[in-house]
Each structure stands twice: as structure tokens, then as C-alpha cells.
């Protein structure tokens, strides 16, 4: 974001801008679309039976609020490209480590109920 | 001539360049410091996962569910009270304070608009009421806090009653499924913290024009990105500590 002034001139009276309508406008159906993801987040959690299904849809929700979030509240949509990537590109490694974990309890889990039965 | 010199300011001028990656050098580090912050959250609720897929899960239909240590508890379950009314609301509280927290970001991307536009009655404004959803968000948590250590359905283990719950035992399930409650919920209360105090000192200096002196209201994108983070964290606890 550029700064206009920087002359720090305190004799002359700060120049107030009108509201930016687009702007506003846009933050709150941002507003309104992050609403309505935890809002259908909420009925599935009630409506839908537990199960891979229901888990996808609620990852998929929790990223459509991520990108909603990270890109236009905290604009990281208008940075340039190579500050986008320097943030996105560590982050998707946690992925593999999200896998891996699972994965692995997943693997004591079948251990110990295996040893269970034995001990 | 003295025309370069007007546009180029000394805020805007790294020692070597121009703005690498067209951002400030605070706003730079902010984003490197939250991605830091990132990975440290995910390593929290990973281990929640990992904990999780290593506990049995319960096998039968959710109203059948009982509270036991042999098997992971189901977090509608676990969390069912709204303040002053005596009814089963099993994640309302939850989703009500998912809204709250929502709402501050959004009204801090307001003050950081109103920051552009010099507009500084406007930022106060926005500031107070930024500062206001995350005091509610604070007490909402101390409130659920209290609820969860309290407990009321005693669960018997080994012939010993527990009630509530604390990091060596609680009423809901595995020991480890309260430490990670303590551990996931309590880490991010600390950042909602340390983020109000934050927001308290911005919207204090910009009360004392502080902001106006130096000609920029950065320091409110700065605060603002670390709020919208602390928000994000909390989209992510909700979906994979109560939600799934």
C-alpha cells in the first residue's frame, strides 16, 4: 500500500478521505459468505451421519473460509506474486505432515489393539 | 531532481532497494512471523489428530455414546451448555463465539480501511469495537473453560470416581483428549489475548495521533493481520476440535 504523505507536515490540517463504498461493499459480502460457511457448517454437523463424507465437507468449508479470510481480510490477493507464494508454498507442507501423523495413529492404533488381544 | 525524492520516502526504502515484494519491512516481517505461528498451531492440532487416530473410536450410533477412557469422546457430546438456560445445545456456545470472532475481524478490516483514508474518528471507532468482540470472545472461553472443568457426570475409572476434568483425568474420555482441550484452546486464548492488548495500544496511540503524526496508519494493517491470524487459528479449532 502506497502512503500518500510523508512529509509529516503538522501545519496543514489532515486530509480525510470519503468512505471507499467498493471497498466496503466488498468486506462485508466477504462478511456474509464467511457467515454463511460456519452457518452450513453448523446444519451438517446436526443433519449428516458421521463419516469420510461428512469430514471432506467440512475441510472443504474450513478452506473456502481460509481463503476468504487470508486473501481479502488480511490481503494477501493483492501482494505480489512472489510474497503470495513465500507464505503458501511452507504452509502446503504442512499437508504431508497432516497425512503422515494421521497415518502413523492410525498405526498404533491397530498395534495396540492387536497387542491387546495377545496381552 | 526533487521530484524522485518526494515519492521515494524514507519508510518505503529498505537499505539496498526499493520495497522487495512491494510490502513494508513490518508488514514483511509480521507475515513471516504469522507463518512461524502457523506451523506451530499445526503442530497442535496435528498431535489432536494423531492422538485421536491412535484412540479407539467409539462403534455404535451417537445416541447410544457413553462417556469411557477406552474410546475418543464426541465432541457434541462433550460440549452441550449455553449460559443461563438449562437445555441440551450441544456446539451452539461454540458457533456463537465462532460469530463473535468473525465479526472483530471484520470490524478491524473497517478501521484499516478507515486508515487509508486518514480518517482517524473512524479507526477509533472500529478499534473500540474490535477490541470489545474480543474481550467477548475472552469471557466466552472462561466461561467454557469453567464448564469443562467443572463437569457434573461423574465417570468411573478403576473403581475411582472423576469428575470434571484436569491434565491427569476427566469425565469425558482419554486423559489426553483435556490436555489437548487445555493445550489447543488455551494457546489460542493467549493469542486473543495478546491480541487485545495490542488492539489497546493502537487504538490508544491513535487516539493520541500518534498515527497522524507519522502520516500512516500501518501499524493498524500490522495489528490487523496478526488479528485476522489469531480469527483463522480459531475457523481451524472449531472444524477439527468440535466440529469433526
Known amino acids: 500500500m502506497g502512503h500518500a504523505h510523508n512529509d509529516h507536515d503538522l501545519s496543514k490540517p489532515v486530509q480525510v478521505l470519503p468512505p471507499d463504498k467498493a471497498k466496503i461493499r466488498r468486506i462485508l459480502m466477504t462478511t456474509l459468505f464467511l457467515g454463511l460457511a460456519t452457518a452450513i457448517e453448523f446444519v451438517i454437523a446436526f443433519t449428516m451421519e458421521p463419516g469420510t463424507p461428512k469430514t471432506m465437507i467440512f475441510v472443504l468449508l474450513t478452506f473456502y473460509k481460509t481463503f476468504y479470510i487470508v486473501g481479502e481480510f488480511m490481503h494477501l490477493r493483492y501482494e505480489v506474486k512472489t510474497l503470495i507464494w513465500s507464505v503458501v508454498l511452507p504452509v502446503s507442507f504442512i499437508c504431508w505432515f497432516i497425512t503422515a501423523m494421521l497415518a502413523e495413529g492410525h498405526s498404533v492404533e491397530v498395534l495396540r489393539t492387536w497387542a491387546s488381544t495377545w496381552f | 531532481m526533487a521530484t524522485t525524492a518526494a515519492t521515494v520516502s524514507d519508510k518505503n526504502l529498505w537499505k539496498g532497494g526499493v520495497e522487495p515484494l512491494k510490502a513494508s519491512y513490518g508488514k514483511l516481517m509480521m507475515w513471516f512471523f504469522l507463518l512461524s505461528d502457523a ?132 469425565e469425558y474420555g482419554p486423559v489426553l483428549f483435556a490436555d489437548l482441550f487445555f493445550f489447543i484452546t488455551g494457546f489460542h486464548g493467549t493469542h486473543v489475548l495478546s491480541g487485545v492488548i495490542l488492539n489497546i495500544l493502537v487504538f490508544y496511540n491513535t487516539t493520541l495521533g500518534t498515527y497522524e503524526k507519522t502520516g500512516h496508519y500501518e501499524m493498524v494493517e500490522k495489528v490487523g493481520l496478526y488479528w485476522h491470524f489469531v480469527d483463522l487459528v480459531w475457523v481451524f479449532v472449531f472444524t477439527f476440535f468440535y466440529l469433526v
Not at chain 2, 137 to 164: S, Y
Request: charged share 10%.
Open chain 2, 39 to 170: 506451523l506451530t498451531f499445526s503442530g497442535l492440532l496435528v498431535t489432536y489428530g494423531f492422538s485421536r487416530f491412535s484412540h479407539p473410536t467409539f462403534q455404535g450410533k451417537i445416541e447410544d455414546f457413553y462417556f469411557s477412557v477406552k474410546h475418543w469422546p464426541i465432541p457434541e457430546r462433550v460440549f452441550t451448555h449455553i449460559p443461563f438456560f438449562h437445555v441440551n445445545a450441544p456446539l451452539v456456545f461454540v458457533g456463537i463465539m465462532t460469530f463473535v470472532l468473525i465479526l472483530s475481524s471484520v470490524t478491524m478490516v473497517l478501521a484499516v480501511e478507515a486508515g487509508h483514508r486518514m480518517d482517524k474518528e473512524a479507526v477509533q471507532k472500529w478499534m473500540l469495537w474490535t477490541i470489545v468482540g474480543g474481550l467477548t470472545f475472552l469471557g466466552c472461553q472462561a466461561w467454557e473453560w469453567t464448564i469443562f472443568i467443572t463437569g457434573g457426570k461423574p465417570l468411573m475409572v478403576d473403581g475411582l470416581q472423576i469428575i470434571g476434568a484436569n491434565l491427569q483425568g476427566n
